[in-house]
């Protein structure tokens, strides 16, 4: 056993130390601490290993609130204090601008961030019938293994959801098909809640019964998916409406189906949309494109400033749900369009008109094909949502080096507190014409 000191955190929330030439990346370990350690695995450059003995502490430590922590892979950052996530997350982003990006935003903006517990309102829990244990879990996933946690509690999915969690095992527990129910679903909304159960085989009568028994004990809807999305149906009640969030800065409310994407931090999406819409300066003179817009969640706020918004997206039940959504809210003055934006190129581009400026909010992959397709009649203000620190850089690389941005701002935002999941916002611009 040997003593080392911890120099950084790496992106899964190890620390990071050097020794004889190789990185070792110390579970539970923060930076500035000095760990007995004993390495679990080796590689020739690397070694992974467990605190044996915890030398000189952080003060940043902290007590993780979960019983589960360090077995379940859910949250891997709750014994860094809340600021200190913040900072760590701020350090991945501004790193990854420079280090993959080579560039600076001019301004680093205030991180936004919020509620730290009961803030998931979306979440897929694993399901496994262990049968040499005659036991049933349901939970995230273990750390780096495909077991399910054994857990009885979440303190990151609402209160209400994880008291559920017990009484959720014992329904599955009772099932015909325990061992072919893989998953359930939860999506949380402002005023209802509803549990999609993935079903491999059909439910005997009994099954039913528990289960429309359990809906209505618990006042929770349940839907059912017996194979890909699109065969999700409600099972109970019958007829079962959208779920909605609210966007009241903007007087909007946004109803949305059990599979539709939605950002997972209702707090923190209230104030990441404020931040795009301050930074974009939306007005009635602009036209104004929403990239990888979904179910139209900055959409239609860019849209009640009086522009005339398109929302382009590739999943075609999105675009009819945005389409729904502004009708719902009053708003005419938004266009949508489904397409493939990992497609784009700088004639499809052209081809949908000018825009004054835009938003984009890729998935992880980012969107290279998009900023490659800017071409003859750029937008002066680009706001880049990111949900990839390292993918967000590779484009801010080619927008400032290669189509002559300035990176003016950029901040992270804690939308998955206690995990190591970086989520960002960027703004681009012009430099003005003399
Ligand atoms: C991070 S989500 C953002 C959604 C929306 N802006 C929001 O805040 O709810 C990314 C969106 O990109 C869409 N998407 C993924 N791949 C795409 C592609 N190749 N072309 C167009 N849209 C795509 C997804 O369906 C999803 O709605």
């Known amino acids: 056993m040997s003593s080392i000191k911890i120099e950084s955190l790496d992106h899964e929330g190890r620390g990071v130390a050097h020794c004889a030439g190789k990185a070792v990346f110390v579970e539970g370990a923060l930076p500035g601490e000095i760990v007995d350690y004993s390495v679990f695995k080796k590689k020739p450059k690397v070694e992974f290993a467990n605190i044996s003995k915890l030398i000189r502490e952080s003060p940043h430590r902290a007590t993780p609130k979960c019983a589960y922590f360090g077995i379940c892979g859910g949250c891997s950052m709750q014994h860094l204090d809340a600021a200190s996530q913040v900072a760590a997350k701020q350090r991945v982003l501004e790193d990854a601008l420079w280090h993959i ?24 829990l694993s399901v496994r019938y262990v049968e040499k ?23 990151v999915l609402p209160r209400r959801i994880s008291q559920l969690i017990p009484s959720l095992k014992a329904l599955i527990g009772g099932f015909s098909i325990k061992s ?46 017996p194979k890909g999305v699109d065969s999700i149906y409600p099972f109970h009640p019958a007829e079962s409406g959208p779920l909605h969030y609210a966007l009241p800065e903007f007087g909007i409310s946004m109803p949305f189906q059990p599979s539709d994407f939605t950002q997972v931090n209702f707090a923190i999406n209230r104030a990441l949309v404020r931040r795009a ?40 039940s999105l675009v009819r749900r945005a389409q729904e959504n502004a009708a719902k809210n009053g708003i005419k003055n938004a266009n949508f369009i489904e397409a493939d934006l990992f497609r784009m190129d700088a004639q499809r581009f052209d081809a949908l008109g000018r825009f004054d400026k835009m938003l984009i909010d890729p998935p992880r992959a980012g969107a290279a094909e998009v900023v490659e397709a800017i071409g003859k009649n750029p937008p002066s203000r680009i706001v880049y949502v990111s949900c990839d620190p390292a993918t967000l850089a590779r484009d801010a690389n080619t927008l400032v080096n290669s189509k002559g941005y300035d990176l003016q701002a950029a901040g992270a935002v804690n939308m998955f507190p206690h995990t190591s999941h970086v989520e960002s916002i960027a703004l681009f611009t012009l430099p003005e014409v003399p």
Request: include cysteine.
């Open 133 to 155: 244990k005659k036991k049933l879990l349901v939970g995230f996933n273990e750390k780096r293994t495909r077991y399910v946690t054994d857990m009885d509690s979440c303190k």
């Open 180 to 225: 072919r129910l893989p998953q359930v679903e939860i999506a949380v909304g402002e005023d209802a809640d509803l549990l999609v159960f993935r079903i491999l085989e059909a439910l005997n009568d009994a099954d039913e019964a528990a289960l429309r028994e359990f809906s209505i004990r618990h006042s929770i809807r349940i839907f059912l998916q």
């Open 101 to 124: 990006g080579r560039v600076k935003p001019g301004v680093i903006l205030p991180a936004i961030h919020g509620p730290y517990w009961e803030y998931r309102h979306r979440a897929r």
């Open 277 to 316: 819409i301050s930074l974009l300066r939306p007005s009635h003179h602009d036209r104004i494109a929403d990239l990888f817009c979904g179910l139209g969640n900055f959409t239609l706020p860019i849209a009640k400033s009086g522009a005339q918004v398109v929302g382009i997206e590739g999943s075609a």
